[in-house]
């Protein structure tokens, strides 16, 4: 593993140090994940897709270790300001730089947690917020397939669940006891979702009950209630996640991975679009 050389690394070590997930250490210097106060900042979407480059996205155990370092170092950063065992550095100099900037900028490291926005990857896992509803994609631009009243029309579905359909074969499918596991670990999940995992399958109200906690985009997101309408890249990515939710319920608990999953289909719907289109 290498030894931390600047402020921003250190700081970075001693967060997955407390979270004991040292061994991505070096993934995040080699994807450039070396400023914390990025990771304190980025909203959902962007912290979703962090994940994923520094491969902990198929792994929501380890998210959530990672968040609750980073909700500790936004709330008290002084926390880590002792050294923590087994931290090698070549100067002791980076380390007392990087505890008189903890203490100097508690207060404003403190000031993040007054902004909801800003902490949207903390809240990730409670469901209660939903991706950045600003972020843009050119993907949108790409397919006509989106009818005026904000749903997406019958071909896109089916395309939608063809390619599906084909990625659930690479899919890791989750036994009983590790869903089990996760409501225990999740008791709010365990209450809002619980239910869906006991519903019959052949019960028509267990998959409006999977598109309801499926929803990436637009899930308890005021601003859509104020009327805003969804994207057509926010619809297929919906549209995805539900999908292969009622293929594999236990995708409802794995949000990153479905995130990551959804995301992938409604680039490949807008790449097939765009080669129909030049052809």
């Not at 403190?110 to 990857?121: A, H, W």
């Not at 993907?139 to 009818?147: A, D, G, I, R, T």
């Not at 690479?170 to 999940?189: M, R």
């Not at 309408?229 to 297929?236: D, G, K």
Request: glycine share 4%; net charge neutral; proline share 5%.
């Amino acid at each position: 593993m290498s030894i931390p050389r600047t402020l921003g690394e250190l700081q970075l070590h001693r967060i997955l140090q407390r979270a004991n997930l040292l061994s991505y250490y070096d993934t995040f210097l080699q994807q450039g994940g070396d400023d914390v106060q990025q990771l304190c900042e980025a909203g959902e979407e962007e912290f979703l897709e962090i994940m994923a480059l520094v491969g902990m996205a198929t792994r929501p155990l380890h998210v959530r270790r990672l968040q609750r370092a980073l909700r500790e170092w936004a709330t008290n950063p002084t926390l880590f300001s002792q050294p923590l065992p087994n931290v090698s550095v070549n100067s002791t100099s980076v380390v007392k730089s990087c505890d008189a900037v903890m203490g100097r900028n508690q207060e404003r490291l403190n000031s993040i947690t007054k902004s909801p926005e800003k902490l949207l990857p903390f809240q990730h896992w409670s469901g209660r917020l939903s991706p950045d509803p600003d972020s843009n994609n050119e993907e949108e631009q790409l397919s006509p397939h989106f009818s005026p009243d904000g749903s997406l029309e019958l071909d896109t579905i089916q395309a939608v669940a063809d390619i599906v359909e084909r990625l659930m074969k690479t899919v890791p499918h989750a036994d009983p006891g590790e869903i089990e596991s996760l409501l225990k670990l999740n008791k709010k999940l365990a209450r809002s979702m619980g239910h869906i995992f006991i519903m019959n399958s052949q019960d028509p109200a267990k998959e409006e009950e999977i598109r309801k906690y499926s929803l990436i985009y637009g899930r308890f997101d005021p601003k859509r209630r104020e009327g805003r309408q969804l994207s057509l890249q926010e619809l297929t990515v919906n549209e995805a996640a539900a999908q292969f939710c009622i293929r594999d319920n236990a995708l409802l608990l794995r949000r990153v991975e479905l995130f990551s999953l959804a995301r992938q289909v409604a680039r490949e719907c807008a790449y097939n679009f765009m080669l129909k289109r030049a052809r």
